[in-house]
Protein backbone atom coordinates (compact mmCIF):
# COMPACT_ATOMS: atom_id res chain seq x y z
CA UNK A 1 0.00 0.00 0.00
CA UNK A 2 1.25 3.50 -0.75
CA UNK A 3 1.99 5.18 2.42
CA UNK A 4 2.29 8.55 0.64
CA UNK A 5 -0.36 11.48 0.90
CA UNK A 6 -2.97 10.90 -2.20
CA UNK A 7 -2.36 13.52 -4.00
CA UNK A 8 -5.35 13.01 -6.40
CA UNK A 9 -7.29 13.34 -3.39
CA UNK A 10 -9.47 16.38 -3.25
CA UNK A 11 -11.58 17.00 0.23
CA UNK A 12 -14.48 18.88 0.93
CA UNK A 13 -14.09 20.67 4.41
CA UNK A 14 -17.41 19.85 6.15
CA UNK A 15 -19.65 22.49 8.35
CA UNK A 16 -18.32 23.23 11.87
CA UNK A 17 -15.05 21.45 11.36
CA UNK A 18 -12.09 23.70 13.09
CA UNK A 19 -9.49 24.49 10.78
CA UNK A 20 -5.89 25.64 11.44
CA UNK A 21 -4.42 28.70 9.17
CA UNK A 22 -0.71 28.12 7.99
CA UNK A 23 0.77 30.09 5.77
CA UNK A 24 2.48 28.59 2.28
CA UNK A 25 5.16 28.69 -0.28
CA UNK A 26 6.52 26.78 -3.07
CA UNK A 27 10.07 26.15 -4.00
CA UNK A 28 11.07 24.96 -7.44
CA UNK A 29 12.90 25.92 -10.37
CA UNK A 30 10.94 27.27 -13.24
CA UNK A 31 11.72 29.59 -16.19
CA UNK A 32 11.43 33.73 -15.58
CA UNK A 33 12.41 37.38 -16.45
CA UNK A 34 15.08 37.55 -13.82
CA UNK A 35 16.35 34.39 -14.98
CA UNK A 36 16.42 30.30 -13.65
CA UNK A 37 17.16 28.19 -10.87
CA UNK A 38 15.64 27.24 -7.63
CA UNK A 39 13.95 29.35 -5.41
CA UNK A 40 10.58 30.47 -3.56
CA UNK A 41 8.46 31.07 -6.54
CA UNK A 42 5.34 32.51 -4.75
CA UNK A 43 4.42 32.41 -1.15
CA UNK A 44 1.41 33.47 1.06
CA UNK A 45 1.79 37.41 2.95
CA UNK A 46 2.50 35.93 6.23
CA UNK A 47 5.71 33.88 5.39
CA UNK A 48 8.53 36.51 6.10
CA UNK A 49 11.59 37.52 4.47
CA UNK A 50 14.28 35.36 6.87
CA UNK A 51 11.91 32.78 7.04
CA UNK A 52 12.22 32.47 2.53
CA UNK A 53 16.07 32.81 3.56
CA UNK A 54 16.34 29.69 5.91
CA UNK A 55 13.54 27.69 3.70
CA UNK A 56 15.33 28.48 0.65
CA UNK A 57 18.73 26.68 2.36
CA UNK A 58 17.44 24.31 3.99
CA UNK A 59 14.96 22.76 0.64
CA UNK A 60 16.00 19.69 -2.09
CA UNK A 61 16.82 21.27 -5.44
CA UNK A 62 17.90 19.33 -8.67
CA UNK A 63 19.18 15.76 -8.07
CA UNK A 64 17.80 16.10 -4.06
CA UNK A 65 15.36 13.22 -4.13
CA UNK A 66 16.86 9.99 -3.29
CA UNK A 67 14.67 8.12 -5.59
CA UNK A 68 14.47 9.09 -9.63
CA UNK A 69 11.68 7.42 -10.08
CA UNK A 70 8.31 9.64 -11.02
CA UNK A 71 7.04 7.91 -7.84
CA UNK A 72 9.42 10.10 -5.88
CA UNK A 73 8.44 11.56 -2.40
CA UNK A 74 10.58 13.38 0.12
CA UNK A 75 9.05 15.25 3.28
CA UNK A 76 11.23 17.48 5.51
CA UNK A 77 10.76 19.21 8.74
CA UNK A 78 11.88 21.52 10.94
CA UNK A 79 11.59 24.61 13.34
CA UNK A 80 12.71 27.90 12.07
CA UNK A 81 15.09 30.27 13.71
CA UNK A 82 11.59 32.76 13.90
CA UNK A 83 10.30 30.03 16.16
CA UNK A 84 7.35 28.70 13.47
CA UNK A 85 7.66 25.06 11.94
CA UNK A 86 8.18 24.39 8.35
CA UNK A 87 6.82 21.26 7.00
CA UNK A 88 7.65 20.70 3.29
CA UNK A 89 6.84 17.77 0.49
CA UNK A 90 9.04 17.13 -2.41
CA UNK A 91 8.18 15.35 -5.40
CA UNK A 92 9.20 15.77 -9.37
CA UNK A 93 6.77 18.12 -11.02
CA UNK A 94 8.09 17.08 -14.76
CA UNK A 95 10.91 17.11 -16.38
CA UNK A 96 14.00 19.50 -15.60
CA UNK A 97 13.86 22.58 -18.15
CA UNK A 98 17.78 23.46 -18.00
CA UNK A 99 20.42 21.23 -19.51
CA UNK A 100 21.35 19.44 -16.91
CA UNK A 101 17.82 16.90 -17.01
CA UNK A 102 16.05 14.65 -15.15
CA UNK A 103 13.00 15.35 -12.83
CA UNK A 104 12.06 19.28 -11.83
CA UNK A 105 12.28 18.49 -8.07
CA UNK A 106 9.23 20.07 -6.49
CA UNK A 107 8.60 21.27 -2.79
CA UNK A 108 4.95 22.62 -1.00
CA UNK A 109 5.69 24.43 2.28
CA UNK A 110 3.22 24.64 5.66
CA UNK A 111 4.86 27.11 7.72
CA UNK A 112 2.35 26.91 11.15
CA UNK A 113 3.21 28.71 14.82
CA UNK A 114 3.69 26.47 17.51
CA UNK A 115 0.61 25.84 18.31
CA UNK A 116 -0.59 24.72 15.65
CA UNK A 117 2.28 22.35 15.16
CA UNK A 118 1.34 20.83 18.62
CA UNK A 119 -2.67 20.50 17.48
CA UNK A 120 -1.41 18.32 14.32
CA UNK A 121 0.49 16.34 17.41
CA UNK A 122 4.04 17.49 16.25
CA UNK A 123 3.89 14.95 13.45
CA UNK A 124 4.79 15.92 10.26
CA UNK A 125 3.40 12.95 8.28
CA UNK A 126 -0.43 14.59 9.49
CA UNK A 127 0.41 18.35 8.36
CA UNK A 128 1.70 16.81 5.04
CA UNK A 129 -1.53 14.96 4.81
CA UNK A 130 -3.87 17.60 5.53
CA UNK A 131 -2.01 19.76 3.48
CA UNK A 132 -2.30 17.33 0.32
CA UNK A 133 -5.99 16.55 0.98
CA UNK A 134 -6.47 20.47 -0.04
CA UNK A 135 -4.65 20.01 -3.29
CA UNK A 136 -5.95 18.97 -6.91
CA UNK A 137 -2.43 17.11 -7.28
CA UNK A 138 -1.20 19.39 -10.00
CA UNK A 139 1.65 21.78 -9.01
CA UNK A 140 1.67 25.43 -8.96
CA UNK A 141 4.56 26.08 -12.15
CA UNK A 142 3.04 29.18 -12.43
CA UNK A 143 1.05 30.64 -9.69
CA UNK A 144 0.38 34.15 -8.59
CA UNK A 145 3.53 35.70 -6.59
CA UNK A 146 1.13 35.86 -3.78
CA UNK A 147 -0.85 32.85 -2.48
CA UNK A 148 -3.40 32.87 0.12
CA UNK A 149 -3.18 30.95 3.60
CA UNK A 150 -3.74 27.54 3.61
CA UNK A 151 -6.38 26.09 5.75
CA UNK A 152 -6.10 22.73 7.65
CA UNK A 153 -8.30 20.37 9.43
CA UNK A 154 -5.90 18.81 12.24
CA UNK A 155 -8.24 16.06 11.96
CA UNK A 156 -7.32 13.13 9.62
CA UNK A 157 -8.64 13.30 6.05
CA UNK A 158 -10.96 10.94 5.14
CA UNK A 159 -8.97 7.56 4.38
CA UNK A 160 -5.37 8.83 5.41
CA UNK A 161 -5.46 7.45 9.11
CA UNK A 162 -5.58 4.14 8.28
CA UNK A 163 -3.13 4.07 5.19
CA UNK A 164 -0.72 5.72 8.71
CA UNK A 165 -1.34 2.37 10.66
CA UNK A 166 2.27 0.71 10.53
CA UNK A 167 0.10 -2.29 9.54
CA UNK A 168 -1.49 -1.45 6.75
CA UNK A 169 1.54 0.36 5.72
CA UNK A 170 3.22 -3.55 5.37
CA UNK A 171 5.87 -2.02 8.30
CA UNK A 172 7.69 -4.87 9.42
CA UNK A 173 5.16 -5.91 12.72
CA UNK A 174 9.18 -5.55 14.79
CA UNK A 175 10.15 -2.80 17.09
CA UNK A 176 13.83 -3.44 16.61
CA UNK A 177 14.51 -0.75 14.19
CA UNK A 178 12.04 1.96 15.83
CA UNK A 179 13.82 1.07 19.49
CA UNK A 180 16.68 1.77 18.31
CA UNK A 181 16.39 4.89 15.95
CA UNK A 182 14.24 6.11 19.08
CA UNK A 183 17.05 5.58 21.44
CA UNK A 184 19.30 7.48 19.56
CA UNK A 185 16.84 10.23 19.56
CA UNK A 186 16.52 10.80 22.87
CA UNK A 187 20.44 10.76 23.79
CA UNK A 188 20.27 14.00 21.01
CA UNK A 189 22.19 11.90 18.47
CA UNK A 190 22.29 13.57 14.67
CA UNK A 191 21.89 10.91 12.64
CA UNK A 192 21.66 9.76 8.90
CA UNK A 193 19.22 6.24 9.22
CA UNK A 194 19.80 3.39 6.38
CA UNK A 195 16.62 0.98 6.33
CA UNK A 196 15.47 -0.66 3.39
CA UNK A 197 11.95 -0.95 3.50
CA UNK A 198 8.76 1.06 4.50
CA UNK A 199 10.90 4.02 5.66
CA UNK A 200 7.73 6.87 6.12
CA UNK A 201 6.20 4.49 8.62
CA UNK A 202 9.16 3.93 10.22
CA UNK A 203 10.22 7.85 10.88
CA UNK A 204 6.40 8.49 11.74
CA UNK A 205 5.89 6.08 14.65
CA UNK A 206 9.31 6.54 15.58
CA UNK A 207 8.13 10.32 15.90
CA UNK A 208 5.52 9.02 17.37
CA UNK A 209 6.99 7.15 20.10
CA UNK A 210 9.52 10.12 21.24
CA UNK A 211 7.28 11.87 24.26
CA UNK A 212 5.91 15.47 22.35
CA UNK A 213 8.57 17.51 24.23
CA UNK A 214 11.43 15.83 22.01
CA UNK A 215 9.26 15.30 19.05
CA UNK A 216 8.61 18.82 18.87
CA UNK A 217 12.22 19.88 18.67
CA UNK A 218 13.51 17.23 15.79
CA UNK A 219 14.39 18.03 12.46
CA UNK A 220 13.88 14.85 10.38
CA UNK A 221 13.83 14.53 6.20
CA UNK A 222 12.89 11.71 4.64
CA UNK A 223 13.20 10.51 0.61
CA UNK A 224 15.96 13.53 0.37
CA UNK A 225 19.42 12.81 -0.15
CA UNK A 226 21.98 13.71 3.02
CA UNK A 227 23.14 17.69 3.11
CA UNK A 228 25.16 18.86 5.96
CA UNK A 229 23.78 22.50 4.85
CA UNK A 230 20.08 21.06 5.59
CA UNK A 231 20.93 20.89 9.25
CA UNK A 232 18.39 17.48 10.25
CA UNK A 233 18.78 15.95 13.46
CA UNK A 234 17.84 12.38 11.40
CA UNK A 235 18.53 12.33 7.65
CA UNK A 236 16.50 8.75 6.60
CA UNK A 237 18.00 7.06 3.13
CA UNK A 238 16.74 4.00 1.43
CA UNK A 239 20.11 1.81 0.77
CA UNK A 240 23.66 1.62 1.87
CA UNK A 241 25.70 4.55 0.61
CA UNK A 242 29.42 4.43 0.86
CA UNK A 243 29.42 7.94 -0.23
CA UNK A 244 27.15 9.47 2.43
CA UNK A 245 28.97 7.57 4.77
CA UNK A 246 31.93 9.05 4.13
CA UNK A 247 30.18 12.69 3.64
CA UNK A 248 28.85 12.46 7.22
CA UNK A 249 32.28 12.75 8.65
CA UNK A 250 33.10 15.46 10.36
CA UNK A 251 29.58 16.69 10.86
CA UNK A 252 28.75 15.70 14.09
CA UNK A 253 26.55 13.31 12.45
CA UNK A 254 26.09 9.11 13.07
CA UNK A 255 25.67 6.05 10.67
CA UNK A 256 22.98 3.76 11.97
CA UNK A 257 21.97 1.32 9.29
CA UNK A 258 18.84 -0.84 10.40
CA UNK A 259 19.91 -3.10 8.54
CA UNK A 260 23.08 -3.84 10.51
CA UNK A 261 22.79 -6.58 13.08
CA UNK A 262 21.79 -5.13 16.60
CA UNK A 263 24.41 -4.68 19.57
CA UNK A 264 23.58 -5.36 23.03
CA UNK A 265 23.12 -1.43 23.74
CA UNK A 266 20.06 -1.77 21.47
CA UNK A 267 18.83 -3.92 23.84
CA UNK A 268 18.90 -1.86 27.17
CA UNK A 269 15.92 -2.41 29.00
CA UNK A 270 14.88 1.22 29.79
CA UNK A 271 11.67 1.09 30.97
CA UNK A 272 9.72 3.55 28.57
CA UNK A 273 11.50 1.69 24.98
CA UNK A 274 10.22 -1.44 27.29
CA UNK A 275 6.71 -0.60 27.55
CA UNK A 276 6.41 1.34 24.03
CA UNK A 277 7.94 -2.23 22.78
CA UNK A 278 5.15 -4.74 23.86
CA UNK A 279 2.53 -2.10 23.32
CA UNK A 280 3.41 -2.44 19.50
CA UNK A 281 3.38 -6.12 19.88
CA UNK A 282 0.20 -5.98 21.34
CA UNK A 283 -0.93 -3.80 18.56
CA UNK A 284 -2.30 -0.10 21.14
CA UNK A 285 -0.54 1.75 18.25
CA UNK A 286 -3.28 4.29 19.57
CA UNK A 287 -2.21 4.13 23.15
CA UNK A 288 1.26 5.11 22.26
CA UNK A 289 0.31 7.91 20.30
CA UNK A 290 -1.71 9.19 22.80
CA UNK A 291 0.55 8.73 26.00
CA UNK A 292 3.44 9.82 24.14
CA UNK A 293 1.90 13.06 22.92
CA UNK A 294 0.74 13.71 26.56
CA UNK A 295 4.28 14.26 27.32
CA UNK A 296 4.48 17.79 26.18
CA UNK A 297 6.27 19.25 29.43
CA UNK A 298 9.84 18.15 29.31
CA UNK A 299 10.54 15.18 31.82
CA UNK A 300 13.62 13.23 32.38
CA UNK A 301 14.49 9.38 31.85
CA UNK A 302 13.43 8.22 35.68
CA UNK A 303 10.32 10.10 35.01
CA UNK A 304 9.58 8.64 32.13
CA UNK A 305 10.56 5.15 33.60
CA UNK A 306 7.74 6.16 36.76
CA UNK A 307 5.22 6.34 33.82
CA UNK A 308 6.00 3.22 31.91
CA UNK A 309 5.88 1.52 35.68
CA UNK A 310 2.29 3.18 36.32
CA UNK A 311 1.24 2.06 33.17
CA UNK A 312 1.98 -1.30 33.47
CA UNK A 313 0.36 -1.05 36.98
CA UNK A 314 -2.72 -0.02 35.13
CA UNK A 315 -2.45 -2.97 33.12
CA UNK A 316 -2.45 -5.65 35.82
CA UNK A 317 -5.90 -3.63 37.30
CA UNK A 318 -8.47 -6.27 35.36
CA UNK A 319 -6.89 -9.34 36.46
CA UNK A 320 -5.78 -8.26 39.92
CA UNK A 321 -6.78 -10.18 43.40
CA UNK A 322 -8.86 -8.20 46.04
CA UNK A 323 -5.34 -8.23 48.31
CA UNK A 324 -3.52 -7.22 45.23
CA UNK A 325 -5.85 -4.47 44.72
CA UNK A 326 -6.03 -3.26 48.34
CA UNK A 327 -1.87 -3.27 48.10
CA UNK A 328 -2.15 -0.75 45.24
CA UNK A 329 -4.91 1.73 47.10
CA UNK A 330 -2.37 1.95 50.10
CA UNK A 331 0.36 2.20 48.24
CA UNK A 332 -1.57 5.38 45.82
CA UNK A 333 -4.08 6.85 48.00
CA UNK A 334 -2.59 10.36 49.04
CA UNK A 335 0.49 10.64 47.04
CA UNK A 336 1.09 12.85 43.98
CA UNK A 337 2.83 12.41 40.62
CA UNK A 338 5.85 14.97 40.17
CA UNK A 339 4.03 16.22 36.43
CA UNK A 340 0.86 16.29 35.07
CA UNK A 341 0.96 12.35 33.22
CA UNK A 342 1.97 11.05 36.33
CA UNK A 343 -0.97 12.61 38.45
CA UNK A 344 -3.29 11.30 35.39
CA UNK A 345 -2.01 7.73 35.57
CA UNK A 346 -2.13 7.85 39.49
CA UNK A 347 -5.82 8.83 39.68
CA UNK A 348 -7.33 6.18 36.60
CA UNK A 349 -5.18 3.71 38.78
CA UNK A 350 -6.99 4.44 42.36
CA UNK A 351 -10.28 4.73 40.15
CA UNK A 352 -10.32 1.46 38.14
CA UNK A 353 -9.36 -0.07 41.73
CA UNK A 354 -11.83 0.80 43.44
CA UNK A 355 -14.26 0.07 40.60
CA UNK A 356 -12.66 -3.19 40.55
CA UNK A 357 -13.15 -3.75 44.47
CA UNK A 358 -16.42 -2.61 43.91
CA UNK A 359 -17.24 -5.04 41.40
CA UNK A 360 -15.72 -8.17 43.24
CA UNK A 361 -17.37 -7.37 46.39
CA UNK A 362 -20.84 -7.16 44.70
CA UNK A 363 -19.88 -10.31 43.05
CA UNK A 364 -19.21 -12.19 46.40
CA UNK A 365 -22.42 -10.54 47.48
CA UNK A 366 -24.64 -11.82 44.63
CA UNK A 367 -22.85 -15.62 44.94
CA UNK A 368 -23.86 -15.38 48.91
CA UNK A 369 -27.03 -15.02 48.39
CA UNK A 370 -27.39 -17.22 45.30
CA UNK A 371 -25.90 -20.22 47.66
CA UNK A 372 -28.47 -19.19 50.21
CA UNK A 373 -31.20 -19.43 47.71
CA UNK A 374 -30.20 -22.86 46.59
CA UNK A 375 -29.89 -23.65 50.00
CA UNK A 376 -33.25 -22.46 51.03
CA UNK A 377 -34.18 -24.50 48.26
CA UNK A 378 -32.81 -27.59 49.11
CA UNK A 379 -34.18 -27.48 52.52
CA UNK A 380 -37.81 -27.04 51.22
Known amino acids: MDYRPNLSESRTVAAGETLVQAEQAVFTSVRSPTGEGYRIIAASNGVRAEEKVEITRRSPSHGSLDDESAAAFGLSSYRLESGRYCVASSRYAGTEHTARGGGRVYTHIAVLDEDSFVRFLCNPFRISAAVEAQSDGNPLLKPATELEPLHLSFGWPSGVEAVNDPADAGMDPGFDGIRRLVTSLMERKRLVVVAERNRLALLEWSLLCLPMFIRKRVAVSVGLNFSPSREFDVTVLPARDVGTNRAIRGHQTEW ?48 LGRIAHLCWELDRIDEASEDELESIL ?20 IELSRCRLAALDAGAVAGSVSSQRNGSSSSG
Open 256 to 303: LDLGAPATDADHSEDPWLQLLGEWWKARRFSEIRSLSSRLSLPVDRSA
Open 330 to 349: VRHAGTAGRNDVEDALLGQI
